[in-house]
């Protein structure tokens, strides 16, 4: 780990066994935010930034499974910026369809509110919905959050952008990460994506070039202000085996 400049503390693009390494060091400094480094009591927020298809929800899943696995169940969970997508028919409305995973396609003011509610709510569960990739929609209460829960993870594109409503939320956070890739890398891994439905290429290609790449220039805007940069190269899959996304 290094100082890349802008004073952020930097882990380098690495091989499979040294991601692995990154994995088990974003582990040990989870644990640290559970059990109070940061000062606070009670829940910490840990978030995680980055531009699409950098690894973002693969290393928050895997945080959350492994705290619970040395914790105890229950004592994190995920909390998804994605589940805050407007719903094809909002979008169709709006005209914003063609541009969907711009800022301006999430619920960002709701999943502000959400997070206040994970930051302050003691006694009641506190359900999180999440974004469906088979259905292309939002899903309800896919996750959830207990009242004895110490640590919640959540992940999006815009956490660190330095604007409204992610300020806000950036305050609830005790540590914001920047997760990037090679642009190369995550090129492949959105045409992957993009083509899941069986889509043609040419089509995959165009909206990475008029979507994609202009939203992960806008979200590297705030990296300088995370607190710990990733680079990541070849994730390990997640639990259930898929590839990172």
Known sequence: MHDDGDGVATTPLGTEPDM??????????????????????????????????AGKSTLARHVVAEVVRREGADAAAYLPLDGFHLSNPQLDRLGLRACKGA?????????????????????RDVFVPDFDRDLDEPVAARHVVRPHTR?????????????????????????????????????ERLLRRHQRGGGPREAAELRIAANDHPNAEYVKQGRAGCDWVVRTGSLPPDRDGRSVL
């Open 20 to 53: 692995e390494r990154v994995f088990e060091t974003a582990v040990e400094r989870a644990l640290l935010l559970l059990n109070g480094r940061d000062g606070r009591k009670g829940r910490s927020i840990l978030g995680i930034a980055g531009p699409p298809a």
């Open 103 to 123: 800022p301006e396609t999430f619920d960002a003011w709701g999943y502000l509110a959400l997070l206040n509610r994970v930051a302050t709510e003691r006694f």
């Open 151 to 187: 640590l919640v993870v959540t992940e999006g594109n815009y956490l660190a952008v330095p604007a409204e409503p992610w300020q806000a939320a950036r305050r609830l956070m005790s540590e914001l990460w920047f997760v990037d890739a090679e642009e190369t890398v995550r090129t």
